[in-house]
Each structure stands twice: as C-alpha cells, then as structure tokens.
C-alpha cells in the first residue's frame, strides 16, 4: 500500500505562488501514475494534474496549463505541484492521489486509489 501525506497550502494573494508536496511512503511500485485534484466548497472533486512516478510524461487541465507544473523527486518519494500566477478560482482542498498505472489523463477520482488528506489553498485578491 502506499500514504501519502500532503504539505504546502496557505494563504496567499492573486498573482503570487505556492509549492504544494506529496510525501509518499509505504509499497513502491514500478508503474504508478500521480494524481492532483482539487474541491472547492460546493463543488464536485475535480482533476488538475498527472504525472508518472518517474517524471518521464505530465497532463494539465487547460485551466491550469502554462501556470501548475508538477515534478518528481524520485530519491525523497515526493511529487510537487508549483502554482505559479495563482487566481481567486484556484482556491480549494487540494488532495494528491496515486494509482497503479503507465499513462497520464484526465480522469475522474474514482480511479485514483491512495489520496492524500488534503491541503488548504485560499487566494485572496
């Protein structure tokens, strides 16, 4: 199995930018894809972004695309998602997520199995 332990949010203003991190531990697996969603008061669980394990292939949702990068760190176990020019609709709970897998898309959360327990990001203006 694998646990993932999230770090990161805060409060931060419209423009500027936060470093969210995925600290995995647990069962590691040759092929695993890593998964950012988030959920604002409301509103349904929504998917951000993807990345293998290995770093090797990334998906974006175009709302995000050019401005969250995600990255790995396969020796400290962790994955990252940078926000960079953050808006007042990014705010929300985001969770990263895992799931046995080789490709990256855009998918629902049903399909990711291991979550992490969520970090607060708020933008103010």
């Known amino acids: 199995q694998v646990q993932l332990v999230e770090s990161g949010g805060g409060l931060v203003q419209a423009g500027g930018s936060l470093r969210l991190s995925c600290a995995a531990s647990g069962r590691t697996f040759s092929s695993y894809v890593m998964g950012w969603f988030r959920q604002a008061p409301g509103k349904e669980r929504e998917f951000v972004a993807a990345?293998?394990?290995?770093?090797?292939?990334?998906y974006y949702v175009d709302s995000v695309k050019g401005r969250f990068t995600t990255s790995t760190d396969n020796a400290k176990n962790t994955v990252y998602l940078q926000m960079n020019s953050l808006k007042l609709e990014d705010t929300a709970v985001y969770y990263c997520?895992?799931?046995?897998?080789?490709?990256?898309?855009?998918?629902?959360?049903?399909?990711?199995?291991?979550w992490g327990q969520g970090t607060q990001v708020t933008v103010s203006s």
């Open positions: 997520a895992a799931r046995y897998g080789d490709e990256v898309r855009r998918s629902s959360p049903r399909v990711y199995e291991y």
């Open positions: 990345i293998t394990w290995s770093g090797g292939s990334t």
